[in-house]
Nanobody, 124 residues
Framework: QVQLVESGGGLAQVGGSLRLSCAAS????????MAWFRQVPGKEREWVGG????????YYADSVKGRFTISSDSAKNTFDLQMDSLKPEDTAVYYC?????????????????WGQGTQVTVSS
């Protein structure tokens, strides 16, 4: 089981930026994939984007494409989510998630390990 610890988040103005980081520890294999999800009360957990460890290929939801960037640091086993041009609708609790299946799935049910979640609030 992979342990994930998130950091970052907080409050930002509309149009501003925030950066989240997720540190992974434990068994990381060649099929390792990390994703970011977000959730607001009363709604399903929404996939934001993901990255494949083997080739660092990234994938994004349409709602954040061009504004959010996922990156990884293999030396530190960390994965960052850079969020720019923030909108009020980006307000949510953000979670990092991982699996060793080699697939950047868009459903939460394909991920076996989760971070604790961090609040992001965008105010207008």
């Amino acid at each position: 089981q992979v342990q994930l610890v998130e950091s970052g988040g907080g409050l930002a103005q509309v149009g501003g930026s925030l950066r989240l980081s997720c540190a992974a520890s434990g068994p990381i294999f060649s099929g390792f994939v990390m994703a970011w999800f977000r959730q607001v009360p009363g709604k399903e957990r929404e996939w934001v984007g993901g990255i494949r460890w083997s080739d660092e290929k990234t994938y994004y939801a349409d709602s954040v494409k061009g504004r959010f960037t996922i990156s990884s640091d293999s030396a530190k086993n960390t994965f960052d989510l850079q969020m720019d041009s923030l909108k009020p609708e980006d307000t949510a609790v953000y979670y990092c998630a991982a699996n060793n299946q080699g697939i950047v799935a868009t459903t939460r049910y394909r991920y076996t390990d989760w971070g604790q979640g961090t609040q992001v609030t965008v105010s207008s």
